[in-house]
């Protein structure tokens, strides 16, 4: 496993070093290592996640049907069944399995944590730092650390909160650099780290965008191409970030996923005001708060919003949900309006 990890992360920095990383290059790759480790049963937990980590569902399914009838029950393999478990009975019994395990133990505190949810971040950062004591390498227990703490450094906006937070990503893409959120994570944090420290760290963007390589050298998603967007928009190339947006709500329409194409309107719109086209932005937005109205991650265009005019705002307003229009309604008193 360390050697894999090793030889999958040089490959990585190699390619992403010449700036020559490809939608998908490493994706053959990791398919043929899949392959090659099949025979091999005590290999199944290695299988797994690499399935997982291409996104390949059904494969997935067919190894671990396999793995039961084999009596392999290991945590990692449950826990991955009930990330892709559509059944409700089915995700009872498992995250009943999970929970049934050692409460210091990586995937006994992930079960308690899903079957009995925290009461605060902090309680839950508490649970999982206790197992991290004893299974500090499991990237599973990493990836959820690195939400928590970088949605706490996200609403803090303290360096050293954002510092702290990207040691957390850092580690998970060491435990498992074959997975592509691992390195969309730590780029999003480390564009945060840019804006907060107002691009005086000038080795951040060059970090950034050879995270989101990587991560597109694994995976196709549409999020990695927006992710990359916002950090062209935040290093002042919105050409080169509205042809991301494009790709990305390209990708998204294809893949029939609306959360990502409502984050591909909201983007647009953010390109086009910064082109000067208000009368697209206010377009763009209100299309993707109608098409999207409870997902989150379509508000990408709110720091934005305070450089409409007075009766484009009034349109963004009237177009947003009663539940976020209070929000809208607080980033313009705070950006000042005009």
């Known amino acids: 496993m360390d050697q894999l990890k090793r030889e999958v992360q040089q490959r990585l920095d190699q390619v992403a070093g010449l700036g020559g990383l490809g939608a998908g290059q490493m994706a053959p790759v990791l398919d043929a290592l899949i392959a090659a480790l099949e025979p091999a049963p005590e290999l199944t937990r290695l299988r797994a996640r690499l399935l997982y ?39 009872k019994e498992l995250i009943a399995a999970l929970a049934a395990l050692p409460e210091d133990a990586a995937y006994g505190a992930i079960g ?35 939400d928590i703490t970088a949605g706490l450094a996200l609403q803090s906006n303290n360096p050293q909160h954002l510092q702290q937070a990207l040691a957390v990503a850092v580690e998970w893409v060491e435990a498992d650099p074959t997975c592509s959120d691992a390195y969309v994570q ?56 509205q042809a991301e947006v494009l790709e990305g709500r390209r990708r998204a329409e294809a893949a029939g996923d609306p959360n990502e194409l409502g984050r591909a309107m909201a983007l647009m719109g953010v390109c ?60 313009l008193r705070q950006g000042g309006g005009r």
């Open 53 to 91: 980590n291409r996104r390949r569902t059904d494969d997935l399914r067919a190894l671990l049907r396999a793995a039961r009838a084999r009596g392999a029950v290991e945590p990692e393999l449950v826990y991955l069944e009930l990330r892709i478990e559509a059944d409700e009975a089915r995700a």
């Open 112 to 146: 308690r944590l899903i079957s009995a949810p925290a009461s605060s971040p902090d309680q839950a950062l508490g649970v999982l730092q206790r197992a991290r004591a004893r299974d500090g390498k499991d990237p599973h227990l990493l990836a959820i650390l690195a």
């Open 186 to 241: 730590r780029a999003r944090l480390t564009l945060h780290l840019f804006q907060v420290t107002q691009g005086q760290r000038r080795e951040l963007p060059g970090r950034v965008l050879t995270d989101l390589r990587a991560a597109r050298s694994l995976s196709d998603v549409p999020a990695i191409w927006l992710e990359s967007a916002k950090a062209h928009l935040a290093f002042g190339y919105p050409e080169v970030a």
């Open 272 to 331: 086009r005001l910064l082109s000067q086209d208000e009368a697209g932005a206010v377009q763009h937005w209100t299309e993707a708060l109608r098409t999207v109205p409870g997902a989150q991650g379509t508000y990408d265009f709110v720091p934005y919003l305070s450089r409409l005019g007075r009766e484009g705002q009034q349109r963004v307003l009237q177009a947003a949900p009663p539940q976020l229009r209070g929000q809208l309604e607080a980033a």
